[in-house]
């Protein structure tokens, strides 16, 4: 494998996982580009990572993104699609402006919503998608834009379907700290998850690993848990009451979808081709580091 140093990065739309994984690969010695569209978010990366570059620029247009896009450079797309705009579109307007700069490789952070609501059953690579939800479509019309786009490009890349992200400030801990927390049903939905550390990880192995084994990979933890057990062991972790429970039809559609997805990731391709080895490989180790730290609530 390759070092995360030897290749500049850009990360584009620099949100909650890209500014972990910009902080560990600018700590790594690599030089790194962020982008965001606002100028007061600019302002709290610059001040946050240091020895990272910041630029404003709208993602959307290619004639402006590809100026801070450096020759060789490994892209991670981490902007969330817009229902209201056309995903595939703006994704291969990344492709295009990362080809004209002559980046190597695209990794953009897709979701495990691309498989749709399950039963509780296992999903890995070989699972097909069949998305219900308007952001699982979206997302997987991103997945198709960026394979066929890349590949007429012979711009390398790879597609993650990450799970549920937690960490400081971000997850069932925080929601329950601060009284928002709310079991929807009886609780017996399969929730995998992924710890925003672990995801950076994993990130900066998709960019650098070398040849890549396949188009997408499933990212999570190795330990799926019912939205219940979950939310009681977290709960008891932070000296609170179980959470009461709310029906599935008092929630928005979109939200009920995210939650109620009912699957269990299977990571065991992320962790042999991509050499990930976990911190946290499941959500008791991660939940009480970030206690330990004091950054649970």
Do not use: C, I, Q
């Given at each position: 494998m390759s070092t995360a140093t030897g290749a500049p990065w850009v990360v584009v739309g620099c949100g909650y996982a890209g500014e972990r994984v910009a902080g560990r690969l600018a700590g790594a010695g690599a030089r790194v580009v962020v982008t965001t569209r606002r100028e007061e978010r600019a302002a709290e990366l610059t001040a946050r990572l240091p020895g990272v570059e910041v630029r404003v620029v709208d993602a959307?247009?290619?004639d402006e993104l590809k100026t801070v896009i450096p020759a060789g450079s490994v892209l991670v797309y981490s902007v969330p699609p817009d229902p209201e705009r056309d995903p595939p579109t703006m994704m291969v307007r990344t492709v295009l402006a990362a080809a004209d700069a002559r980046a190597k490789r695209i990794v953009y952070l897709s979701?495990?919503?691309?498989?749709?609501?399950?039963?509780?059953?296992?999903?890995?690579?070989?699972?097909?998608?069949?998305?219900?939800?308007?952001?699982?479509?979206?997302?997987?019309?991103?997945e198709t834009a960026l394979m066929s786009s890349a590949g007429s490009m012979r711009l390398e890349q790879v597609a993650l379907r990450v799970a549920a992200i937690y960490g400081p400030g971000r997850g069932v801990h925080a929601r329950l700290a601060r009284g928002e927390y709310r079991l929807v049903g009886d609780g017996a939905n399969w929730v995998s998850r992924i710890h925003v550390d672990d995801l950076a990880g994993v990130i900066v192995a998709a960019g650098t690993?070398?040849?890549?084994?396949?188009?997408?990979?499933?990212?999570?933890?190795?330990?799926?848990?019912?939205?219940?057990?979950?939310?009681?062991?977290?709960?008891?972790?932070?000296?609170?009451?179980?959470?009461?429970?709310?029906?599935?039809?008092?929630?928005?559609?979109?939200?009920?979808?995210?939650?109620l997805g009912n699957?269990?990731?299977?990571?065991?391709?992320?962790?042999?081709?991509?050499?990930?080895?976990?911190?946290?490989?499941?959500?008791?180790?991660?939940?009480?580091?970030?206690?330990?730290?004091?950054?649970?609530?």
């Open positions: 959307l247009e290619p979701s495990t919503g691309v498989y749709g609501r399950g039963a509780g059953e296992w999903v890995d690579e070989d699972t097909p998608p069949r998305p219900e939800s308007v952001l699982g479509v979206a997302r997987f019309k991103s690993v070398a040849p890549l084994l396949r188009a997408s990979y499933a990212v999570a933890d190795d330990a799926p848990t019912t939205a219940r057990e979950h939310a009681e062991g977290v709960a008891a972790l932070l000296g609170l009451p179980p959470p009461p429970s709310v029906p599935a039809d008092a929630l928005p559609p979109e939200v009920a979808e995210l939650t699957r269990r990731v299977r990571n065991t391709r992320m962790k042999a081709e991509l050499g990930v080895t976990l911190a946290y490989p499941s959500w008791r180790e991660g939940v009480a580091a970030l206690l330990a730290a004091g950054t649970g609530g």
